[in-house]
């Protein structure tokens, strides 16, 4: 895939009387590399035209296109790939219907993280770094331990998400992520595409440090 370093997430909540795609766009002006549609809604139609839509406004842009959950829509839609949950089909049925689409794997410890590398995910999500109320299932917060610890053991790509934001990121940085993702500091943002440059900054200045 694509190397990228910053990963936005939909999340309509967090920006009441704003469209989704008028936010998503400012995310890409800002320099967003991977837009997510994450809808927990359950309604299928409404889904479907949301991702058909922000394919659209991706493809525009040249920017990878992720739907989180739904295998079929990724592929109706003719998306960059699926990012899926521990609790979700297993990879390797996932792999059979996405062939060399991107297949993303949150994972929230270091067992899951292996076997997502050795049954062949394109990426991993690494967290909830921080707490977050943005997603309500998940575990408790692993800590940036858990982000040195990916660091130091997978060669695949590793995105660190949950709780990031500006004022936290460099800890997340410092402790080995040179990609990272957040929904609820950006898309809630007053100004998207400043933070969006703030956190891309950041990440730029941990590399010339390198
Ligand atoms: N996945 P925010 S945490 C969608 O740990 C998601 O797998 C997580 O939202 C995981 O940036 C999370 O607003 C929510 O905290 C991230």
Redesign the pocket.
């Known amino acids: 895939m694509k190397d990228f370093r910053l990963y936005a ?1 939909t ?1 309509e909540q967090f920006h009441p009387g704003k469209s989704m795609l008028e936010v998503m766009e400012q995310a890409i002006l800002g320099g967003t590399d991977i837009i997510q549609l ?1 809808d927990k809604s359950g309604d299928l139609a409404k889904i479907r035209k949301k991702a058909a839509a922000l394919r659209e406004l991706t493809a525009q842009y040249g920017v990878t296109f992720i739907v989180n959950d739904y295998i079929d829509i990724a592929l109706e839609v003719d998306a960059d790939g699926v990012h899926l ?1 521990q609790g979700d089909v297993p990879l390797t049925e996932a792999r059979r219907k996405m062939g060399n689409k991107i297949i993303g794997i ?1 994972t ?1 410890a270091i067992e899951e993280a292996i076997q997502a590398e050795r049954d062949g995910a394109d990426y991993i ?1 690494v ?2 770094v921080f707490p ?4 309500l299932d ?1 575990v408790a917060p692993v800590t940036v331990s858990y982000v040195q610890e990916v660091a130091r053991t997978i060669n695949i790509p590793f995105v660190a ?4 934001k500006l004022h936290n990121v460099d800890q997340v940085i410092k402790a080995g992520a040179t990609r990272i ?5 950006i898309v809630g943002s007053e100004d998207i595409q400043r933070t969006c440059r703030e956190f891309l900054s950041k990440l730029d200045t941990a590399k010339a440090r390198e």
């Open positions: 997430i999340g994450r949950g949150s929230h999500g967290g909830p977050t109320k943005t997603k998940v998400i949950g709780g990031i993702c957040a929904v609820s500091e």
